[in-house]
Each structure stands twice: as structure tokens, then as C-alpha cells.
């Protein structure tokens, strides 16, 4: 049993060490990593020799680290395998061409989602995302999406442990008045996000949902500022997909 657990240990430092270069928007240094990390000297050295064995990572001519090619392998190969995202890409390309604006399918990954598709406006002005950018559920129209999709009970209790940052001055950090907005998107079937994950940006979100009526997935429509007509230019088209998708998902109606 102690086996067990220790090799756990170790496997859960590795990952994040792993996490955190990858999270870096350049390759880091080891001396970065340590202050990051709080592990030993040693026990660091050994993590990164151990990453770079298997081509989880590699080392930059400067002696810096970031995410290497396995990794790159790998997540390839999880988007392909993604069921939603194979039946979503249909969907998400009619509503890109309805709205004219950048399309994301996000899913959940622990206290956080992250974009697993995104389809580009065609607009010389873009959203700046990435497939594989983690982004937070109070912020943002997938996230807020996804929660309204939730029970109750368990989108309380999830709104009641992430933190709420402010990312920008329209961010939503109080937790009731987050609550209230989950709520009404509960029953619009939508919600937008004003600014609040970035300015000069207002996305509609929406969440997929499964044969038992969890949700599995969210798909916004990102419009910038400059560009925003009537909201059910976008509500509308985006309401339309969900629900197309959700079906090709077993989604017979509210359980």
C-alpha cells in the first residue's frame, strides 16, 4: 500500500511540473520552475530528466523547457478521440456562418474548462484563443453556460470553491449575483458574457447536454465590441446548434 501511494506522489509532482510549463507562455527555466513548484532541488532535477526522457518535454538551446512533441501527439490524438467534439464540428460551422463570429466548444476539466475546437470568423478582427486555453466558469459564457445546465445543487457547490478573480472591471465576483445570472440563464437557455473574461469582447454561451441531462460541453459565440447587433443575431443560431447537438448526444428533453 505505501508503494502505491508514494509512486502517486511522485506521479502527481511530475504532472505538475508538466502543468506549469505548460501553463508558461514561454519556455521557463529551472530556476522559475523552483520558485513555482516548492520542491527540492534535487527532487525538481529528477522530474525534468524524467519529462524530457519521455518527450513530455524538451530543452531550448538557453537551457529552458516547454511542452514537447509527445505532448503535442497526445493531445491530438484526445481531440480526435473526443466524441462531442466529432459531433459538434458540423454544428459549430453552420453557426459560424449564421453569426459571422468565432465559435468555441469548451468541455470541463476539474474547477476549470478548457477550448477543444474553435472555429475562426472570417473577419479581420479575431478572437486571440487557442484550442487547449483553460478558461474560468464565472468569466466567461461557456462557463456560465455549463453551470446553468448543472443541478442546483451542484452548480452551487461549484460556484461556492472556484475562486472568482476579476479579470477585467465587468468580471462577475460575487458569488450570489453569480448564482442569479446561472439561474436566469437556466431559463433563457443562454447566457452572455459582457467584457468580463475580456474587454472589447461579448460571447453568448450555451451548454450541451447528454441523454440524462448533464452537461457535457458548452459552445460560445465571441463578437467583438465593435461589431454586436441585436442579441438574438446570436442567441438564436447558437440556441439552434446546442440543440441539434444535444440530440446527436441522446439528449431527449429535461429529466
Known amino acids: ?4 501511494v508514494q509512486g502517486a506522489q511522485s506521479f502527481a509532482r511530475s504532472i505538475s511540473v508538466l502543468q506549469l510549463i505548460a501553463d508558461a507562455e514561454d519556455a521557463v527555466s529551472r530556476a522559475s520552475l523552483m520558485k513555482q513548484c516548492g520542491l527540492t532541488r534535487p527532487t525538481l532535477y529528477r522530474i525534468i530528466a524524467s519529462l524530457a526522457a519521455e518527450g513530455l518535454i524538451e530543452a531550448t ?12 501527439s497526445l493531445a491530438r490524438t484526445a481531440l ?3 466524441d462531442v467534439r466529432k459531433v459538434a464540428e458540423p454544428f459549430l460551422k453552420r453557426l459560424r456562418e449564421a453569426t459571422g463570429e468565432t465559435v468555441h466548444l469548451a468541455i470541463r476539466t ?3 474548462l478548457v477550448y477543444i475546437d474553435k472555429i475562426e470568423s472570417q473577419e479581420a478582427v479575431r478572437m486571440a484563443s487557442t484550442i487547449g486555453t483553460r478558461v474560468a466558469f464565472h468569466s466567461t459564457a461557456v462557463g456560465k453556460g455549463f453551470l446553468s445546465a448543472m443541478s442546483v445543487a451542484k ?6 470553491r472556484i475562486n472568482l478573480p476579476a479579470f477585467t472591471q465587468f468580471t462577475t465576483t460575487d458569488r450570489e449575483t453569480l448564482r442569479a445570472i446561472v439561474r436566469q440563464a437556466d431559463q433563457d437557455g443562454y447566457v452572455c458574457d459582457d467584457q468580463e473574461n475580456e474587454i472589447g469582447i461579448v460571447c453568448f454561451g450555451a451548454a450541451i447536454c447528454d441523454s440524462v441531462d448533464n452537461p457535457v460541453a458548452s459552445v460560445s459565440v465571441s463578437v467583438p465590441l465593435f461589431r454586436l447587433d441585436d ?3 446570436y442567441s438564436a443560431p447558437l ?7 444535444s440530440k446527436r448526444m441522446g439528449y431527449i428533453g429535461a429529466v
Open 110 to 112: 476539474g474547477d476549470e
Open 80 to 82: 480526435a478521440q473526443n
Open 61 to 72: 538551446a538557453e537551457n529552458r523547457y516547454r511542452i514537447g512533441g509527445r505532448v503535442v
Open 155 to 160: 452548480a452551487n457547490d461549484l460556484i461556492s
Open 239 to 245: 440556441l439552434e446548434a446546442v440543440a441539434a447537438i
Open 1 to 4: 500500500m505505501s508503494t502505491s
Open 231 to 233: 442579441a438574438r443575431r
